[in-house]
């Protein structure tokens, strides 16, 4: 028994790991408002410091990880994180692709931390942001600036049950159609949807605007048709490359796009 | 000499990552230090080259719990350097979509992360078990706020819909008549949540604050007014580099804000409702009463109770400004970038979130400075912590350890967005 006085011989163990990020994506289970309490019973949450003072050591079966790895300290944790996770799954676009910190990775970093801050002597910091994945294996990543908390929930049930986790990697245009939302680019606003991962459930073009691609690269995606199209429409190259160039920019469909448009 | 050293590694509960470390020499409190190292992600080097267009996306991701203050202040600072002016219903729509961050930041902060301090759980899922019906009514309330900002903005984390300008889509009158419903809920579950905070166990700790919120002529603040305290501050947002200054200290990744001519000051809902607290409506007031509030508090702990009474104010600015709501014949009004320095500063649930940006003649950012709420507050926060933890030294540092994290959870401290994390340690000498 624990103090919520649930048995819990035999819940799984589930950590949450905040790395170089914004809290949002390990915010997205404490806004599972109407499933937060079962969850909380159907799993042991062993270690989720944003949410409990009531830490438990490893081993965990499963570890959600956010953030991207921008110290040398973050880097030997990963690894500790790892060693201490039956299952270790990405929650998010910095631990999946570096996040919007990795734009570090397309400057000179200690000319970053000199614009920032006035005892540059006092940042310990990498020249990159890298991914989770870039450290350590990783069984999942769940793409997305932030993530959808329904799939969030969706991927902590595969892994506790042992399938893989019913997520689809088609495009953004995918989820348009199914809610009925008419092309924004056919009206002329340039939009990243045809080559975006599925998952936020098409909310861009809904709000009448083009989609800005912060659930990273579908699988397989034309990014050169797509910037083509853009060009169409009037964008110009320094457009294209900051479009390929902010949450995602280190993924790698698009990072090769950003390179081929200049300023 | 006995050294005594207190340290907590990772503080809990609070958004980001910090630590405390505390310094007890011969049985005095010499030092108490709040670090923070959430590892720096450099928004305002990155900003620079970036289109003023792509800023309210971006500024976001500064922090996940209250990306809505990012957007507001950075879209106002684009305003005032291109010498827009946005009124009317769109005004009114950045103001409720506001409300909603106010109300879920809020419900979040003081039923999930600080209640737990004061009735001694780790957590909220471990006081639901013995106040079931209390954390259910906090998630419901903090779900509505969600579902405000979700209609509003899209989605209640990243909200895409904000643009220099208003909105790309606004909403019709019908689509608000459903959230309406709900605050209405909300409001009076915002009520019940007040009069269940004001029994909890306050410490006996009055401090001297200088208070500095924004105040407007006629509203409660959020997206604009004058900077004010409670001292002799009183100036246009523009003028906030006159005053305040930030100074980077070597424990922290985050910057330290200090008035120039004082030091330590404080920003967040006990200074907002020290300096507005005439611009609550009548009921609002009555039931800060109620809740044995008088116009101004100098318990940090008592936070909570003034918070909670946020959340009413937020349910029923709300409920007000939908009542209100006409639909506007566009969703934005047209902005023409051109060269210049514009500043914005809202009142996010934390405190003032000020920023700074000059621009070219075709509105990229040439620089950017923002000032988030928890960087203003940590120096407030250390001579809190003095005052606190300087009549328990000679408890065991648990009781100490105990004693000073629920003084830091006082701030809310988003430790994200101090864009710039918290470990505790006591030693003692």
Partial sequence: ??????????????AVWKFASCDGCQLSLLDCEDELLSLAGAIKIANFLEASSAVEDG???????????????????????RRQSKRLVTIGACATHGGIQALRNFANVSEFVAAVYASPEYISTLATSTP??????????LQGCPINKTQLLEVISAFLTGRKPAIAAHSVCIECKQRGTVCVMVQGTPC??????????????????????????????????????????????RDIQRAFRTFNAMAEPFFKESAAHGD | MATRTIRV???????????????????????????????????????????????????????????IAYQ????????????????????????????????????????MLHAPDFLGYPDAIAMARDHGDAVRSGLALKKTGNDLLRLLGGREIHPVNVRPGGFYRVPQRSELEPIAERLKMARDQAVGLVRWVATFPFPDLERDYEFVALRHANEYPLNEGRIVSNRDIDIDIADYESEFEERHVAHSTALHSLLKRRGAYLVGPLARYALNFDRLPAGVRALAAEAGLAAVCNNPFRSIIVRAIEIVYACEEALRLIAAYELADAASVPVEP?????????????GICWHRYAFDADGTILTARIVPPTA?????????????????????????????EQSIRNYDPCISCSTHFLKLSVHRT
Avoid: K
């Fill in chain 1, 192 to 237: 990243l949807g045809p080559v975006t991962h599925a998952g936020c459930g098409a909310i861009c073009p809904s709000y009448r605007r083009g989609c800005y691609g912060c659930y990273g690269p579908m699988e397989t995606p034309n990014t050169a048709a797509l910037a083509r199209e853009w060009r169409a429409l009037g964008a110009v190259p």
């Fill in chain 1, 59 to 81: 081993p965990y079966d499963l570890s959600l990880v956010e953030g991207s790895i921008t110290t040398e300290h973050d880097a030997r944790r990963i690894r500790e994180v």
């Fill in chain 2, 9 to 67: 590694d990772y503080l809990a509960r609070v958004e980001g990552e910090g630590a405390l470390d505390l310094q007890i020499s011969d049985g005095r409190l010499v030092a108490a230090r709040l670090s923070i190292f959430e590892p720096p992600r450099f928004f305002e080097a990155f900003l620079r080259g970036r289109g003023y267009m792509e800023t309210p996306d971006i500024v976001a991701r500064i922090c996940g719990i209250c990306p």
């Fill in chain 1, 1 to 14: 028994m624990d103090r919520s006085g649930i048995d819990d011989r035999h819940r799984p163990r589930l």
């Fill in chain 1, 132 to 141: 989770i994945s870039a450290h350590v294996p990783v069984d999942f990543e």
């Fill in chain 2, 338 to 350: 051109r060269a210049g320095v514009g500043f914005g500063c809202t009142e996010a649930p934390r």
């Fill in chain 2, 72 to 111: 507001m202040s950075a879209v106002h600072a684009i305003e005032n350097a291109f010498g827009v002016t946005v009124g009317g219903q769109l005004r009114a729509l950045r103001r409720l979509i506001y409300c909603g961050e106010w109300i879920e930041s809020h419900a979040l902060h003081v039923v």
């Fill in chain 2, 376 to 404: 203003q507050n940590q120096p407030s926060i250390e001579a809190d912590l003095m005052a606190v933890a300087a009549p328990l030294v000679l408890e065991p540092d648990d009781v100490i350890r105990d004693r000073c």
